[in-house]
């Protein structure tokens, strides 16, 4: 995955590369300091193993094709091999409602692995780098998939292929750093051209791409929740100049690195599970892109037309498209800056869609948050900036009349705002409840618009919740009732945890808590 609500989202993978524009106003960039590539790049040469190639397939695109089956997200129903007539898997690709194939006929189960020379980390590079500090902890930093590589100890549970996936995550737990560094180790050394689609420095990236994948592994029982982010991960791919032949190669590297270092309970199922799980991940996004290339850009380019400085740290960025952007109140989108190519972070939309086309993000600057620090302190009117695709569920539903419930934590009242401008501009006179939260009165950097429209709209109300401890969702106890509510967060981690938790506990049906986070949708769900 912005206006009010500006963070990074760790979700996204970088995108391709530098020299896309000139800027108006041209940033001064630190060639001497910039921060050195860390990972996986020159690796020491050891013995290992390569996996029967993974093969996506490409399907012809249509704007009619159905969503993918529960069948095909299931790890315990194979996807249906293809027929000899299957189309190239580089042809583009719509959304299809048969199954995705998991192998070639006659591949049910994988070959025996070849011996041969692959790279292994240093010492150096299986470390952790120094990564840069969370940037936005009060955005929408919930956005990115952020479940760590190890999922808590927990009862073996699902289909047999999810239990095996679950078996591999649990042993790879202690020694995540090295899965990570191997696993672009192999990347970049099998696979050279995919090197300039990943930024320069690979600090912040690292981590991102196989996080997303395991994330997306873990959950593969979870079709309703998996589906919908697989479906905005492959479309945000775009901006990267992700193609579908990608796809195979970073999955061959992946279970490379999964067969390395889970090696105590790695065996030929393991790989089958492992193979059919990825191929069907890789065919929903590869088939949400093909459809997604029929109707938008794969990114928009978009001058900042005016630059609000708010506090010393926060900034509501405005930019106009150089095309028309279609999103709904309570999305969020992807953003590069000139002055860090191929370093994307999610920013929630500030305000419902304007006439004017006009889109507000509002961003907090922390320490060492690139994307972040250029957008509050750098930019100014006349820069350009690249927007990725919108994304995001947690958008209001017009045809009931249900209350809104809505919790904002810092700069996550972005999107709460332009739920608030969207209801108004329906015209339903259905009553919204605003909670904005933060530590101190200073950071309350946008209460007086929110009570601006709490003037306007005499069923809006607007309470402030200062606290230290930002125990944002134990004032909503204090209220209600909110059964006949539909709820809306955004904000930290943490209080989204925490606030799911308060409104299952105050009669809200976890259906009705939205908010963009597969990983605590998921939670919830459980």
Not at 144 to 149: I, N
Not at 363 to 368: E, N, W
Not at 372 to 396: C, E, I, K, W, Y
Request: proline share 10%.
């Amino acid at each position: 995955m912005d206006a009010p609500t500006t963070t990074s989202s760790e979700d996204d993978t970088s995108g391709e590369g530098g020299g896309w524009f000139t800027p108006r106003r041209p940033p001064k960039r630190q060639e001497d300091g910039e921060p050195q590539q860390s990972g996986a790049d020159g690796p020491e040469a050891v013995e290992g193993r390569r996996v029967a190639s993974i093969r996506p397939l490409g399907r012809p695109a249509t704007e009619t094709s159905g969503a993918v089956s529960a069948a095909e997200i299931s790890g315990a129903v194979p996807a249906a091999a293809p027929s000899p007539s299957a189309p190239n898997p580089s042809a583009p690709a719509a959304e299809a409602s048969s199954p995705a194939p998991a192998t070639e006929p006659g591949e049910a189960r994988i070959p025996a692995a070849r011996e041969a020379a692959e790279p292994t980390p240093t010492d150096d590079t299986a470390g952790t780098p120094p990564a840069p500090s969370e940037e936005h902890r009060a955005s929408v930093e919930h956005l990115a998939p952020r479940a760590s590589v190890a999922p808590p100890e927990r009862a073996e549970t699902g289909s047999p292929d999810a239990i095996l996936v679950q078996r591999t995550m649990a042993e790879i737990g202690p020694v995540a750093d090295k899965v990570t560094s191997y696993f672009y180790a192999l990347l970049f050394t099998r696979h050279p051209d995919l090197r300039p689609l990943f930024p320069a420095a690979m600090d912040t990236q690292r981590d991102r791409l196989l996080k997303a994948l395991l994330t997306a592994a873990e959950h593969i029982d979870h079709t309703d929740v998996l589906v919908s982010y697989l479906k905005n991960l492959g479309r945000g791919h775009r901006k990267y100049g992700t193609q579908p032949e990608h796809y195979p190669a970073v999955g061959e590297c992946l279970i490379g690195s999964l067969s390395r270092y889970a090696s105590a309970v790695w065996d030929d199922e393991t790989e089958a599970a492992w193979v059919r799980t990825y191929t069907t991940i890789s065919q929903v996004m590869i088939d949400a892109a093909a459809a997604d290339e029929l109707r938008a850009p794969a990114w928009w380019f978009a001058e900042v037309v005016a630059h609000d400085l708010r506090t010393p740290d926060i900034a509501i960025v405005t930019v106009r498209p150089d095309q028309p952007y279609p999103f709904l109140a309570g999305q969020y989108t992807s953003l590069e800056t000139p002055w860090w190519p191929r370093i994307w972070r999610h920013y929630s939309f500030a305000s419902a869609p304007r006439s004017d086309g006009l889109l507000s993000f509002h961003v907090k600057a922390v320490p060492a948050g690139w994307v972040s620090n250029a957008l509050v302190h750098h930019a100014r009117p006349g820069d350009v900036l690249r927007l990725g695709p919108p994304a995001g569920s947690m958008t209001v539903d017009h045809t009931t009349d249900s209350g809104l419930l809505c919790l904002g934590g810092g700069t996550g009242i972005a999107p709460i705002k332009a739920l608030v401008e969207d209801v108004a501009e329906h015209g339903r006179r259905r009553p919204v409840e605003v909670f904005y939260g933060a530590r101190t009165d200073h950071d309350l950097y946008d209460i007086d618009t929110m009570l601006r429209l709490q003037q306007t709209h005499p069923w809006l109300a607007v309470r402030p919740v200062v606290d230290q401890r930002a125990q944002l969702p134990d004032a909503v106890r204090e209220y209600g009732p909110w059964n006949e509510y539909d709820a809306y967060l955004s904000g930290p981690p943490g209080m989204i945890r925490s606030g799911v938790d308060a409104l299952r506990d105050v009669g809200i049906p976890a259906g009705r808590i939205r908010h963009d986070s597969v990983e605590e949708l998921v939670a919830a769900g459980d």
